[in-house]
């Protein structure tokens, strides 16, 4: 059973799993993102109205009208119940429940799913084995050009979660993230304008304002 805590510590890595820090990898601002990238033109009344109701910011009323546009089938309804589960946004925080939706809807189809079902497992798997497969899952996904587990490796990247820390890894996972027009691209564009604002250590990343400026510019564009 998935734990906010984890049972056993593995290894150096494994002491972060499923803590704030861990979470903090797939529970970002923005992670309802998908309701701005998706198709909105056949969804049901109360999928529209819990669209409207979350962008509000008013979580537990949008959280009833997912659940009852998941009882005609939704998938994305399903996907958006994982992510408030998974975030404990207008519910309790359950991670158990949160991959049980995450799997209802990526096995019929929602490859969004799939993908917040990967992240959740890398940030609080079962066991090393649930880590590892949910990693390399994440890698073919930001190698597929998916936005969104590119953006989350950079940042675990940057972390040193699941990997040794490399921020110079970190840029080249954030700045494709950055070059798509997914939801992930005004974050990214966020954390590279402030990575090279500040600069960053071991490896050295050197502060650089023109890159800082233009990156922080594309965020600003985006509304971050």
């Not at 089938?73 to 119940?81: D, V």
Request: include cysteine; charge should be negative.
């Amino acid at each position: 059973m998935k734990s906010p805590v984890p049972a056993i510590i593995l290894s150096s890595f494994f002491a972060l799993l499923g803590s704030p820090v861990a979470l903090s990898v797939i529970a970002l601002p923005g992670s309802v993102g998908i309701l701005q990238d998706a198709d909105a033109s056949e969804w049901s009344k109360d999928m529209k109205e819990g669209a409207r109701l979350v962008a509000e910011g008013l979580d537990e009323q949008a959280f009833e009208k997912f659940a009852l546009a998941s009882r005609s089938g939704e998938l994305i309804a399903y996907h958006m119940l994982g992510v408030m589960h998974r975030d404990g946004r207008g519910t309790a925080r359950d991670l158990v429940l949160a991959e049980e939706c995450f799997i209802k809807a990526a096995s019929e189809g929602d490859s969004f799913a799939g993908q917040e079902l990967a992240l959740l497992r890398f940030a609080a798997p079962s066991d090393s084995e649930e880590f590892s497969t949910a990693r390399a899952q994440l890698e073919k996904f930001a190698q597929e050009g998916k936005s969104r587990p590119q953006l989350q490796l950079g940042i675990a990247n940057l972390e040193g979660y699941g990997f040794t820390a490399d921020a110079a890894r970190a840029t080249k996972y954030l700045k494709s993230a950055a070059s798509g027009d997914g939801h992930a691209k005004a974050e990214a564009a966020y954390l590279l304008g402030k990575l090279y604002r500040d600069g960053h250590k071991a490896p050295d990343v050197d502060s650089d304002m023109e890159k800082a400026e233009f990156w922080l510019r594309i965020a600003a564009e985006k509304r971050h």
